[in-house]
Every structure is written in C-alpha cells, then in structure tokens.
C-alpha cells in the first residue's frame, strides 16, 4: 500500500471525502475531520489536543505532514491524522460518522492487507523459484568448471577460470535486485548471418570431432533459431541489439537441439561468428569480450535452465555482454 487514494462517502452521501491510504492505515486532515464529523475545524484541532495532552495517543506515531498544493497553486505543510486519531476524535465528538468510517477503514485497510500480501507472496514464490534455479545452474557450472580445471596443470590457469567465474556470480545479486540489462547498448546496423553461412561454420568444425553424426541436422529448427532474431513487430524488432541477437541465438540454438550431435558446441561457434561478423566480439584493445571457459559454463548454463526463465536467462546473458565481466 502506498499512496492510495479512495473516496468516501457517507450513508446518505451528504459529504465526500478523500481518504489517503499509506503506511498500514489511512489518513485526514483536521478540515477533512471536520467535515466528516460535521464540527468546526476549531472544536476538531482541540479535541486532537486533548487526546495527546491526556496521553490517549503519541503525536510522533500517529502525525505526518505532507506537502498540499492549495487553489492558489502555492505548496503549504499540511498535517495529516490517522486513523486512531480519527476514531478517537469520532468518540469524542459522539458522532455517528465516526463508527461509520472506522467501519469502512478497517474494511479497506484489510482489502489491502490481503491482496497486497496475496500479490507479493505469489511474486516473492515466482522470484525465489526463479533464483534457486539460477543458484542450481551456477552449483552444477560451478562444479562442471572444477572437474574440467582438474586436467589444467597451470596453476594459474585455474586461478583465471575461477576469477572469470566468480565475476559472473556478481551477476546473481543483480538479479536479486532486480538490476540486470534487459537491452543491449549496441544499435547499430546488424549484418544478417544466413543459415548458409552458419552451415559453412560446422563444416569447418567436423574435422575437429570424430562423431560422424556430429553437426548433422535432426529436424528443421536451426533455420528457425538464426532467423528468430531477427523478426519485428509492428514495424520494430523483438531484439533490437546486436547483444539481444546475440544472447538470443547463444539460447535458441542451445535450446532446440537441432542437431544429433555438437548442439552445444555449434551454439557457442555460431554465437562467436554472429559477434565477430557484427564488430562486437573484440574491445577496443583487441582482447575478446568473452572468454572460451566462460563461455562454455555460459552454454551449459543455458542447457540446464528451465523454459520458464528464458526471459531471466536473456538478461543474464545481454547483462554479461553489456558490462564484459567475463572476458
């Protein structure tokens, strides 16, 4: 609940009011009580006065002062009451109106409580669910990364690999925020990459693998993943930035499995091709953006992620790209 305003009208609907509805409880100025108790805004301020001078009630917890903009378009400090003081005053006052409202408060107060508590359980149950899995594919990189880095026998390149690593990790906490890039920073002109091209690619590969099926096509879905990329709705792309394209071909290649074999390895061969080809797979400097080792553990990351999180996997995956943490 924050800020909410509601009306409130009487019974007999003789006065309206505008109740604002913030920090658990609802809040009126000493006109709104005023009128809403059918008293003077004199007789109303002394009975407020009387409810903190006998101790009923401690002004710190139960005042605020906001900013109101008056007719005359200046901003003056208005003091704002809530509502114990304003059932108190209705005791006081011996009005009517006074049990009315607090009916109607309360009411409200726990329509609020209950579907805010609803809306943010199902949103922290959708979140939490969506981190353990993020937290269990990092677990399974984590240690897919130690197994490999067993056969390394420089020290030092198992220093790198796990300081590659452990920069994607902060990645995670962005997430937990809410901070991850969910668009690329690079708008330029893409060149399209055909399917031919990305064929041309495997064939280059296979003399590298023994498997004799390795590239070779199960179905028609890799024509789909190199050109999903590229579509537009309503006149503007799906993914507007070479690191959207990019993220998007890494995980849709990995995801359709369209090949018997090397699905994995052919994804991150074609994700290198589509960055180098666009200007984006080396900085300024020259160095890669990306890393072999991390962008293996970024290809199985991808395999182990559930279809669900594709949206949150993309993020990771552009958020990565944006700020070159494992290069």
């Known amino acids: 609940m924050d800020n909410q305003i509601e009306i409130y009208k009487t019974p007999d609907n003789s006065v309206t009011v505008e109740v604002q509805f913030t920090q658990d409880t609802v809040w009126l100025t000493q006109l709104q009580m005023a009128s809403l108790f059918e008293q003077t805004k004199q007789n109303i301020s002394l009975h407020i006065a009387n409810c903190?001078?006998?101790?009923?009630?401690?002004?710190?917890?139960?005042?605020?002062?906001?900013?109101?903009t008056a007719s005359d378009g200046k901003k003056y400090r208005t003091k704002y009451y809530n509502l114990d003081v304003i059932i108190s005053v209705g005791y006081r006052v011996k009005s009517k109106r006074g049990t009315q409202f607090r009916?109607?408060?309360?009411?409200?107060?726990?329509?609020?409580?209950?579907?805010?508590?609803?809306?943010?359980?199902?949103?922290?149950?959708?979140?939490?669910?969506?981190?353990?899995?993020?937290?269990?594919?990092?677990?399974?990189?984590?240690?897919?990364?130690?197994?490999?880095?067993?056969?390394?026998?420089?020290?030092?390149?198992?220093a790198q690999l796990l300081e590659r690593f452990s920069g994607g990790l902060l990645l995670l906490d962005d997430y937990d925020h809410e901070t991850l890039d969910s668009t690329g920073k690079t708008a330029r002109a893409t060149i399209r990459i055909g399917k031919e091209s990305y064929q041309t690619l495997i064939e280059a590969m296979r003399p590298e693998f023994s498997s004799d099926v390795f590239g070779q096509p199960k179905d028609d879905s890799f024509d789909s993943s190199v050109n999903q990329i590229y579509q537009a709705f309503g006149g503007k792309e799906l993914y507007p930035s070479l690191e959207e394209k990019a993220a998007m071909l890494l995980y849709l290649i990995v995801k359709n499995h369209?090949?018997?074999?090397?699905?994995?390895?052919?994804?991150?061969?074609?994700?290198?091709?589509?960055?180098?080809?666009?200007?984006?797979?080396?900085?300024?400097?020259?160095?890669?953006?990306?890393?072999?080792?991390a962008l293996a553990s970024i290809t199985l990351f991808i395999a182990v992620s559930q279809p669900a999180e594709m949206e949150t996997v993309k993020k990771v995956l552009v958020s990565i790209l944006n700020r070159r943490v494992l290069s």
């Open 258 to 293: 369209s090949f018997i074999d090397g699905n994995k390895r052919i994804a991150a061969a074609c994700f290198l091709y589509f960055l180098e080809q666009n200007g984006l797979l080396f900085d300024a400097t020259g160095k890669a953006i990306i890393s072999n080792d």
């Open 103 to 158: 009916q109607w408060a309360s009411q409200r107060l726990k329509d609020y409580l209950v579907d805010g508590y609803a809306i943010n359980q199902r949103r922290l149950a959708e979140r939490n669910m969506e981190l353990q899995y993020l937290k269990a594919g990092i677990s399974i990189l984590h240690r897919a990364i130690e197994q490999q880095a067993k056969s390394l026998e420089d020290a030092k390149s198992l």
């Open 52 to 68: 903190f001078k006998e101790g009923e009630l401690e002004s710190e917890s139960v005042v605020k002062e906001s900013l109101t």
